[in-house]
Structures are given as structure tokens and as C-alpha cells.
């Protein structure tokens, strides 16, 4: 089994557990495991050969005992007994918005629906509000969630797909007569959410792709097949395509599976514009067409007299108008990125140390971080009272004393609390380098009462950078009700950064309201969030988001030097 398969299987049985009842720390072990386990380098069935389970950040004596049992026998006879236990649609009802594992036990238990149509069944007649603690506002947030998952059910993450489509990637490229694989479709143009995971392989005659994928443990079903093509459905619901075809005729497929239509006809458009056969120029109507042998996709684009415009900007949406005119961005690549400004360690709800990001960080070659725990509202995530916020002041001061190449700065993530007001007083953020203001609570809240609290933390003499805007959870929880348009105005009027916070489960601030920042000259910053040092590496998910916004390095503000960047913040603005 995989990190990634044994992550689910982990994260499953924290699911399980929650539901069932116990206590919270237990829960909690499971899914920072599975957390550590999916962005774990090393295999962890190299680590069990060798018996160094124990490795892994996370993982104990207990959860090692349950890892081995996985890799041995494919089993895990204690989420075996968790899954005959409880109902396995109890676990989907923990997707719906504000309906933690509590509320899903007491459901089950007065109502005993085990399905989420049972469930929405219940809220339709009015019988949730029956149940100890839930009234006819749980009733329409569980019908509006429902609403939501079912809306999202044909689409998935962009973090759940990549994850896949790089461990087939990997699998496919070790058969015989396989030359190249690559990512296509809408996952390689960056969107959040695809519909599934296309993949194309180069192939000599002889092959058999198709054959040894048909039976891949990962695979349910094989929904397809023909003499190049093999559409599968995973276990975990997920649709995989993938395509077979000479390596001659590799640049050109690989190019119409990318896509976007729109972005390919209007090429089309343009080449009989300048009286060119779109098939000469490498523009198929179909990918059965017979194409022409290129080295490269930029051979298209030379052809029609163009830049090359990356797989990001392919929508159709003025890219090609941009590359007519001259007017393309120097979009903003991993290599720009100088810092990172939000992150959480052990010293809050993180897994790894100051250090250890620092560690990671000065590995990416980065001259800045930002350590910004959780406040201490937030206490599900351990956030600081103000003694640890002082106490972790000074470990960060003694840090940036033993090293030379990085600066650590001392952030927070404050909480805007449900009268607008901040976690800390107003000396307590004003000590601190960097302050990141967020959400975490009171999201039933109208669009007005939202609104005012973030308008009041933007307005803030020690707010830099408002978190996660929207709140979003991709195809969990739908943005609060806020106008993100009146946010990115206020952002313009008092000078505070917009983030796009990379984790993929969020991606927030979308690509389309980052390009509207952009427009109103409000510069954002790239985040991971991240909670250990191997969720670093999420960058890659906001600078995706980033490019498909348009963004540039200038746009950007941890692509600066980090006296501009201290310069921008509120805090030092009168000392220019």
C-alpha cells in the first residue's frame, strides 16, 4: 500500500472514532498521522522492512502496529470492526458544514438515519429539530450542506487528484514500452476542482498498459476500454483516463488533452484568421485525428507566430488576445517565492518544531518565515495564551541569533471574534512582526455581522494579512456569506495584504478574486498553513492559483525582499 492509501485508511478510522465517541486527543492522533503519512518522502513500506515505522513524525507504537497490518495483509481489522460498527454513510453526514461528529452520534441515535438521503429526509420533515441541541437553523444548514456535497460529488480536489494522478504517474512509467507520462486535462491547467485524473503515456507497440492497469488494486471498475484509451473508477470514486499513443504523436495529443476547448478553438479561429490549416499547425479536432510530428507545444504556438502560454492560462478567457498584443504576465513561478508567513507548529496544533520548519524552509532556499500559531480563543487548535505567545517570542529571538542565511519573524494568527474585536490586546499584537487575522468561528453569522468583523480586522493598526478570506473547505464547506468585492476594497482603502492560503483543501482566495485584487492593486500573499515541515511544500497549490490568476512577482508580497516586505507592513509604514 501507498502513504497516500494508508493515510485514508488512517484518516477513516480517526473519522470513526470521532463519531463513536472518544476522546478528542485520540481522534486527533489519527489525523495528524495521516496528515505526516501523505506528505512523507520515504515509502513507509521501505520504513517497515526495516522496522522504522516509528519514523514518521506522528506515528507512535499503537498506529505502527496498525500500519504494519495494513502493508502485510491489505487489512486493517480494526477499522474493519470500527466500518461493521458504525454505518458507513455516517462518516460522509461529517462532510456537511457546522455538523461536527457530535451532532452526527445524536443524529443517528434519536433519528437512527444512516444515510445522507435519511438525513435530509429527517431535516425535510422537520424532524431534526426533535433532536436535544438542534433547531430549524441546523435543519437548513444541513439541507443547504447536503445541497453543497451533492453539487461537488463529479468533481474532486485538486489535492486529492494530483496525489493520484503522480502514483499512477510513477507506476505507469515503470512497465515495459512505457517512454513518458504526463498530466493533462483540467488537473494540469491547475483548476481546483477536476472531474478526473488524465494521464498520457507514450508507448512502443507491444505494451500492455491497458491490461496490467485493468487490474491495479486501486481500481474498482474499468468503466472502458478501448485499443488506446482506459477510463477506471478507484476505490476511493475517482475516475482515471488514461490515453496511449506513439511517441511521434505525443507533443500534439498531449496538448488537445490539455485543453481547455475554448482555449484550442479559438486558436483554431485564429489560424484560418491567417490562413493556416489549424491540423498543420498542430490543432486537432479530435485526438484520433492524425497529427503532425513537434517537438515541443511551443512549436504550435511559434506557428501561429505566438508566445508559449502555459497550461494555466488556457481557458479561453483574453489569453490569446494578451499573447497577439505582447501583453502576457511574467507569471510568478516556485522559484520567486522568498518566504512563507503562515504556519503552525507544536506550540500550537502543529507537528513539527520552530526549528524543524526553519529546517525546511532554509532547504527551499527561503530568507524569510513566519511562525504564526493559533490564538488563544482557538482551543481545539492549543492556541497561545499570551505567557506562551512571550515564551515562543524569545525561542524565535534565540533562533534567528544561530542562524545567518533566514529570518524567523514572530507572527500570530489572530482570531476575529464574533463582536469584530481581535484574540490579543493591542500592545500584545504590536510586539509581534507579523499578525495574520482570521475566522474560525461563528460562520452562520449574516453577510452584514461577518462583514463587520472583517472590516474592523482590516481596519486594525497591527493587521497585515487577513487568512483564508472566504473560509472555504473545497467541496466541504461553502464560503461565509461575505462580498468578496467589498473585501478587496477595503483591502485597497487600509493597505492589508490578501492571502491565498495554499493548503489544498482551501485555496482561498480563489483565482478569480486574486486577479480582482490584483486590479485594485492590493498585493496578496502566498501561504501554506502549513502544520508540519512536509506541507511546505503546498506552495506549489497557491503559486498554481496564483498563475491562473495572473499574478506576478510584483503582485506578490513574499516574493519581495524582506526589507520591502517589512516595510509594507503596517506596523513599519512610519518609519519610511
Known amino acids: 500500500m501507498t502513504n497516500l492509501e494508508l493515510a485514508w485508511a488512517l484518516e477513516e478510522m480517526g473519522d470513526l472514532l470521532e463519531i463513536k465517541g472518544e476522546e478528542p486527543f485520540k481522534v486527533r492522533a489519527y489525523h495528524r498521522a495521516a496528515r505526516s503519512l501523505e506528505q512523507f518522502e520515504e515509502e513507509a513500506s521501505v520504513l517497515f522492512c526495516r522496522g522504522e515505522l516509528e519514523k514518521i513524525p506522528g506515528i507512535g507504537k499503537n498506529l505502527a502496529k496498525k500500519i504494519a ?59 431534526v429539530r426533535q433532536v436535544p441541541g438542534m433547531g430549524s437553523k441546523t435543519e437548513l444548514a444541513i439541507l443547504r450542506g447536503i445541497e453543497l456535497l451533492r453539487e461537488t460529488q463529479e468533481k474532486i480536489p485538486i489535492g486529492i487528484a494530483r496525489s493520484l494522478a503522480e502514483m499512477f504517474r510513477r507506476q505507469l512509467l515503470a512497465l515495459p514500452g512505457v517512454e513518458r507520462v504526463e498530466v493533462a486535462g483540467s488537473l494540469r491547467r491547475g483548476c481546483e476542482m477536476v472531474g478526473d485524473v488524465d494521464l498520457l503515456a507514450a508507448v512502443r507497440p507491444g505494451n500492455e498498459v491497458l491490461e496490467v492497469m ?67 499547425c498542430g490543432l486537432l479536432d479530435r485526438l484520433e485525428d492524425e497529427g503532425i ?9 511559434r506557428s501561429l507566430q505566438l508566445p508559449f502560454i502555459v497550461p494555466e492560462l488556457r481557458e479561453g478567457r483574453g489569453e490569446i488576445e494578451a499573447a497577439v498584443a505582447g501583453l502576457l504576465p511574467r507569471l510568478v513561478t516556485l522559484e520567486d517565492i522568498k ?23 532554509r532547504q527551499k532556499g527561503y530568507a524569510y518565515l513566519a511562525i504564526t500559531e493559533h490564538s488563544r480563543s482557538l482551543g481545539v487548535a492549543r492556541g497561545l495564551s499570551v505567557e506562551k505567545l512571550l515564551a515562543q517570542q524569545e525561542e524565535i529571538r534565540s533562533l534567528n541569533r544561530k542562524f545567518t542565511d533566514i529570518t524567523i519573524l514572530a507572527g500570530i494568527e489572530v482570531d476575529i471574534l464574533s463582536d469584530g474585536s481581535l484574540d490579543y490586546a493591542e500592545e500584545i499584537l504590536a510586539s509581534l512582526d507579523l499578525v495574520i487575522a482570521s475566522i474560525h468561528s461563528g460562520f452562520q453569522q449574516s453577510e452584514e455581522q461577518l462583514m463587520a468583523r472583517i472590516e474592523a480586522a482590516l481596519r486594525h493598526p497591527y493587521v497585515d494579512i487577513l487568512g483564508h478570506p472566504t473560509g472555504r473547505m473545497l467541496a466541504r464547506r461553502r464560503p461565509y456569506a461575505v462580498d468578496v468585492g467589498r473585501i478587496i476594497e477595503l483591502a485597497a482603502e487600509t493597505g492589508t495584504i490578501l492571502e491565498i492560503n495554499s493548503s489544498p483543501d482551501r485555496l482561498d482566495l480563489t483565482a478569480e478574486a486574486a486577479l480582482r485584487a490584483k486590479e485594485y492593486g492590493v498585493p496578496v500573499c502566498i501561504n501554506t498553513d502549513a502544520h508540519d515541515c512536509y506541507h511546505l511544500d503546498d506552495i506549489w497549490y497557491g503559486v498554481t492559483t496564483a498563475r491562473r490568476a495572473w499574478l506576478e512577482p510584483q503582485d506578490i508580497v513574499n516574493c519581495w525582499d524582506l526589507d520591502k516586505l517589512q516595510a509594507r507592513l503596517k506596523r513599519n509604514r512610519h518609519k519610511r
Request: charged share 30%; hydrophobic share 40%.
Open 293 to 301: 510530428k513537434l517537438d515541443e507545444e511551443a512549436d504550435i504556438y
Open 339 to 361: 518566504g512563507d508567513l503562515h504556519m503552525h507548529t507544536r506550540w500550537s496544533d502543529g507537528l513539527s518544531s520552530i526549528e524543524e520548519m526553519v529546517a525546511a524552509a
Open 214 to 280: 485493468a487490474g491495479h488494486p486501486q481500481v474498482k471498475e474499468v468503466l472502458a476500454r478501448e485499443e488506446n484509451h482506459l477510463c477506471l473508477r478507484t476505490w476511493t470514486g475517482v475516475k482515471v483516463e488514461i490515453f496511449l499513443v506513439p511517441p511521434e504523436k505525443y507533443t500534439v495529443a498531449w496538448f488537445y488533452l490539455t485543453g481547455s476547448a475554448e482555449h484550442r478553438r479559438k486558436l483554431q479561429e485564429l489560424a484560418r484568421r491567417q490562413g493556416k490549416d489549424p491540423a498543420a
Open 69 to 127: 497490518e495494513l502493508l502485510e495483509t491489505g487489512q486493517s481489522t480494526f477499522l474493519n470492526n470500527l466500518r461493521r460498527e458504525i454505518p458507513s454513510g455516517l462518516r460522509q453526514m461529517l462532510a456537511i458544514p457546522g455538523l461536527g461528529a457530535k451532532s452526527v452520534r445524536l443524529l443517528y441515535e434519536h433519528l437512527h438515519v444512516t444515510t445522507l438521503d435519511e438525513l435530509e429526509e429527517a431535516a425535510r420533515s422537520k424532524r
